[in-house]
């Protein structure tokens, strides 16, 4: 990015963060003004997000254990955190940075942007049993249909992968799941009628495919997951420490590698008669046009001789603030691409179009 363009991509993440982290929003708008903290995250590398990056990287130093006066604004590091509008939050994240200013580069350098927002499977759910649906031509039971072979494009550490092992509950539309899960997840329906089964849809296997995939049982990938959580999300907290033990328990298997290139393998390793459901959430839409296009053309080739589907949290949804599309494309002599519903980017609710 641009240097010039700096201000204006804080102040854009600030206006995302209105109503829900009044932290990040009042530190970005202050990043946004400051030439010495602009010019540090202008070492972010080309292509990823300055500003998630940055409080990311604050964000894990404290984990760590960093004492800093910034952190007393921090809930996930003291337990009774300062009201933002309390002193001067701008001034204790700018001494920070400045006074870590290296480990806070390497960080820039060699992290990315990885949330793994585990209440996003609220979404997926209903996704997957679409897709189900559709692939067993229309059967309800799920004991007769033909089970899926998931695989996930950017899928961190995998915790997605795992949505299957959870408890849902989707005041007032019910709850779903093993109700002895330790993962509690829960959403509204806001609007229409989702898919919710009383028995999940099938799965054959599951595979995710990251460029930088994060091992759930190594300390600082762990604790970067935790850092990606924006500091005011205690239920998005309580619920990633969760998710966190499940998956050490049940490790996900993931590969490491360009999904434009590595896929083409990992779906030629599944069985010719098996559909197959892609799915990434909030991937797709932070791809360059180009890399778009080739990813749209990969996907045609790859549905081209077999049953192929692709679930993906695709762009800003219009009518909702911090909401996201939920799309499905099928590959049909050519990709259609249909809107399932929306969600909120942190899966707080669902609305469904079907």
Known sequence: MDRDDLPAHFEW???????????????????AADPDLLALAAETP?????????FAAVHSLLLAGREAPLADYYPTVVADARDPDDG???????????????????????????????????????????????????????????PLALVEVGPSAGLNLLWD????????????????????IESAVRAGDPPLPAAFPPVASRVGVDVNPLDVTDEADARWLRALVWPEHAERHRTLRRSLAAAREHPPDLREGDALELLPEVVAELPDDRPVCLFDTQVRYQLGDDERDRFDALVADLGADRELYWVSGDAAADEYDQAIDLTLTTVDGGLRTERLGVYQQHGEWIAWDR
Do not use: K
Request: net charge neutral; proline share 6%.
């Open 13 to 31: 993440f600030a206006d995302w963060c209105v109503g829900t982290s009044p932290l990040y929003e009042r530190l970005a708008r202050g990043v």
């Open 46 to 54: 080309e292509g990823r997000s300055p500003a998630h990056l940055l």
């Open 88 to 146: 001067d939050p701008v001034a204790a994240f700018r001494e920070c940075c400045l006074a870590n200013a290296d480990e806070i580069r390497d960080l820039l350098a060699t992290r990315r942007t990885q949330t793994n927002s585990v209440r996003r499977c609220t979404a997926l759910l209903p996704a997957f049993e679409t897709v189900s649906r559709r692939a067993s031509r229309g059967r309800a039971d799920c004991d007769s249909r033909e």
């Open 165 to 184: 092992r959870y408890l849902y509950d989707y005041d007032p539309a019910g709850r779903y799941g093993d109700p002895e899960s330790v993962v509690r």
